[in-house]
């Protein structure tokens, strides 16, 4: 799946994503209507993201993996694929990098981030499939869902929920769950 994978077409039985996050701070949980937050920037077509730019890309994307901290939470119950957190752990984001937009332990060369943060925001992260099938420099990179800050600050480019509502969206969660973000004139 590549970056410009912006699927709108319904699913028998069921829309277009597992869970929908909106520019406006709204999110579809099971059938309810919670909070989210999403890019400092907004939200913007997938195609039209760059690195840095603090915009959320609109579209469809697969949930990969958890990883979470294990000196802070149980391992959350989830039929996606686990990675317990080390101090080690960080995401590329340098776009001339041939680990771009991936995974990797630290220390590292070349621009990353660190995984393993003092607050609480990446005690949860659900790695989201955006810009990975392949990673395209300079389209974006470390496109999560993770943890809210107390006072629902904007993302980086992630999408941001509570840890209650996170733990949900983990327990109705499998491999080919997806999560939308939705740009507002999408309906």
Not at 49 to 66: H, I, L, N, Q, Y
Not at 89 to 106: I, Q, T
């Amino acid at each position: 799946m590549n970056v410009t994978h912006e699927r709108s077409q319904e699913r028998e039985g069921a829309v277009s994503a597992d869970f929908v996050a909106f520019g406006d701070g709204r999110f579809l949980l099971a059938g309810r209507e919670t909070r989210c937050s999403v890019g400092r920037s907004g939200i913007i077509a997938g195609k039209d993201k760059r690195e840095g730019d603090g915009f959320s890309p609109a579209g469809t994307w697969p949930m990969r993996r958890v990883f979470y901290r294990p000196d802070r939470l149980d391992a959350p119950k989830t039929l996606l694929p686990l990675v317990p957190l080390t101090p080690e752990d960080g995401w590329c984001d340098a776009p001339e990098d041939p680990l771009y937009n991936r995974w990797v332990k630290l220390p590292y060369s070349a621009s990353h981030e660190n995984l393993w943060l003092e607050d609480h925001v990446y005690d949860v992260i659900v790695e989201l499939g955006y810009n990975d099938d392949p990673p395209v420099p300079p389209l974006g990179s470390a496109i999560f869902l993770h943890l809210a800050r107390p006072d629902w600050g904007p993302t980086a480019g992630c999408v941001a929920v509570t840890l209650d509502d996170m733990l949900e969206i983990l327990r109705l969660s499998a491999r080919g769950s997806e999560i939308e973000i939705r740009l507002q004139d999408q309906g």
